[in-house]
């Protein structure tokens, strides 16, 4: 662990040296500086976590040597020591950015427990600088794997979207990484200093779902006994993302328009609506339109949330993207160095469904990591359900006669078993048999094959 650098500027010679020398037998690197100019000009050239400044000097008066030093570098605590600790000084250091400050005499350990919390609370800025940094990093648009011209596509436009207030509507399957895409939607906003508040909306219970989007006033029903601010409030000036929105009941849908089109919240047992700056990204599995035709989801609400509706493509109609995604998925697992998929493992996983798309592959990712057998996945090591994918054998469709069979014959049976399976439907039968349009006309013209 690395000595933390201390600047300490005090006109005080023998107080100045036995403070040095009490913080370099507590384990910190001391530069020290006998007045404010001098340490100032030692500020500028080194890297300092915390400064120590006497207030009251002839040359440059504490004070001024905080201001000069937020200025240069406002990450940096600074305490201040006085002989003339008075509220009112106090307060115009605490109000200028110094950390504390304590008044002589002191102690060793007084200024030891100072040091220790102005270190403290430094040391967990720079942890949550260094998260934020990360999330902000993870949640880039980079950061969506998909190099397939469906992804290509819908990156695009949320590119380009992004920096709108206009309200998205995600439409995709269960899996499909709508919230990770909401998540980079906000970072990428002009709303990405503020809250993301994601809300599943089929996951809070129906009685509960208003009180958390909207909150609610002390002893408005019975258990209320404070005041409750909803997500829509907490989120104000930021992004709020409503997931499984096809799941609100209609009275929830009447009252999310009103938010919409007003852009006010009102608290249940509140008397006066309350004003709310919210960038509002919607995402749903479900058709609404369906949902609109059979009579559960309100026309004027479909039309508020698809200002920009985007759909994001299911994992099996962007297959050349499930090799990235692996890579990606094994970087995450720490596995990248020391892991690979055979190319027999690799065609598997990228011919099989997916029916829990990203989400699911993911799972995969992990469970075969914790029980593969060796440095190379094979297709061994691929669970059962993602290797039955796999075409079968001929022989488990045809019983081959003793007396031999007419390939021709079984090709037009086969060609005809696989009409019939998909309804006559000409370009879901080539897709079947895997082969084009063309040649399944061509084959169904050589053997006569007619839908009667």
């Known amino acids: 662990m690395r000595k933390e650098n201390i600047l300490l500027i005090d006109d005080d010679d023998s107080l100045r040296k036995v403070i040095a020398h009490h913080l370099t037998l507590d384990g910190y690197r001391v530069i020290s500086a006998s007045g404010g100019k001098e340490g100032i000009e030692l500020f500028k050239r080194g890297e300092f976590d915390l400064v120590i400044t006497d207030l009251k000097m002839p040359d440059m008066d504490g004070m001024e040597v905080l201001r000069e030093i937020k200025l240069l570098r406002d990450d940096v605590v600074v305490i201040m020591i006085t002989a003339y600790g008075t509220i009112e000084k106090a307060v115009e250091a605490l109000k200028a950015g110094a950390f504390d400050y304590i008044t002589k005499p002191f102690n060793r350990d007084e200024l030891k427990i100072a040091i220790g919390k102005a270190l403290q609370v430094k040391r967990l800025e720079e942890e949550n600088l260094r998260l934020k940094s990360e999330l902000d990093e993870k949640f880039k648009f980079d950061h969506v794997i998909g190099l397939s011209s469906k992804m290509v596509d819908v990156l695009q436009v949320l590119k380009r979207v992004s920096k709108t207030d206009s309200t998205i509507l995600l439409l995709g399957e269960s899996g499909t990484g709508k919230e990770l895409i909401a998540r980079a939607i906000h970072k990428n906003s002009l709303r990405n200093e503020k809250l993301f508040v994601p809300v599943n909306c089929a996951a809070i219970p129906e009685d509960l779902l208003e009180s958390e989007l909207f909150g609610y006033q002390k002893g408005s029903f019975t258990g209320a006994l404070v005041d409750k601010i909803g997500k829509f409030e907490h989120a104000d000036g930021g992004t709020i993302f409503l997931d499984e929105v096809g799941d609100l009941k209609l009275e929830l849908q009447a009252k999310l328009l009103r938010v919409l089109q007003e852009k006010r919240i009102d608290k249940i047992g509140g008397t006066d609506p309350i004003e709310v700056n919210v960038r509002v990204i919607a995402a749903t599995n479900q058709n609404l339109r369906e949902l609109i035709e059979k009579g559960m989801f309100r026309e004027d609400l479909y039309y508020r949330l698809s200002v920009i509706p985007v759909r994001i493509p299911p994992l099996r109609e962007r297959r050349e993207d499930i090799p990235l ?35 699911e592959l993911r799972n995969v990712i992990e469970r075969v990591l914790v029980l593969r057998k060796g440095e190379v996945i094979v297709s061994d090591d691929l669970p059962e359900e993602v290797r039955s994918n796999l075409p079968k054998p001929i022989d488990l469709i045809l019983e081959i006669p003793e007396d031999g069979v007419s390939l021709d014959d079984v090709e037009k049976e086969l060609l005809l078993k696989a009409l019939e399976k998909n309804n006559w439907n000409q370009t879901k039968t080539a897709k079947f048999l895997k082969i084009t349009r063309a040649t399944l006309i061509y084959r169904m013209e050589k053997y006569d094959i007619r839908k009667l």
């Open 325 to 359: 995604l692996i890579e990606y998925f094994l970087k995450d697992f720490n596995a990248a160095s020391v892991v690979r998929f055979s190319p027999e493992a690799m065609k598997i996983m990228q011919d099989y469904y997916w029916r829990g798309n990203v989400r």
